[in-house]
């Protein structure tokens, strides 16, 4: 770093792990849900259990999604901090 002050290339390396970790959490996020309606869907629960699991399947997919960002983001932050 220049007198406390980021390159170019710095920002761009930050930009791109943002990126990264909002896309793969995302991902990370879709699939839990897909998981959870896919046994919902395969065991045929019906009614107000079959909301009850979506919710929590829902609940547990942006669970995991801010999960991959905050361990993506700290991971960099980590490396960063280390000068690699």
């Known amino acids: 770093m220049d007198?406390?002050?980021?390159?170019?290339?710095?920002?761009?390396?930050?930009?791109?792990?943002?990126?990264?970790?909002?896309?793969t959490g995302a991902v990370?996020?879709?699939?839990?849900?897909?998981?959870v309606f896919g046994f919902v869907v395969v065991l045929g629960v019906t009614g107000p259990l079959r909301h009850d699991i979506l919710?929590?399947?829902?609940?547990?997919?942006?669970?995991?999604g801010v999960w991959r960002v905050v361990r993506v983001l700290r991971r960099f932050d980590g490396r960063r901090r280390q000068g690699h």
């Open 3 to 23: 007198m406390g002050r980021e390159s170019r290339w710095e920002k761009d390396a930050m930009t791109v792990e943002i990126v990264f970790a909002l896309v």
């Open 28 to 35: 990370l996020a879709a699939a839990v849900f897909a998981l």
């Open 55 to 64: 919710t929590g399947g829902a609940v547990a997919g942006a669970g995991a």
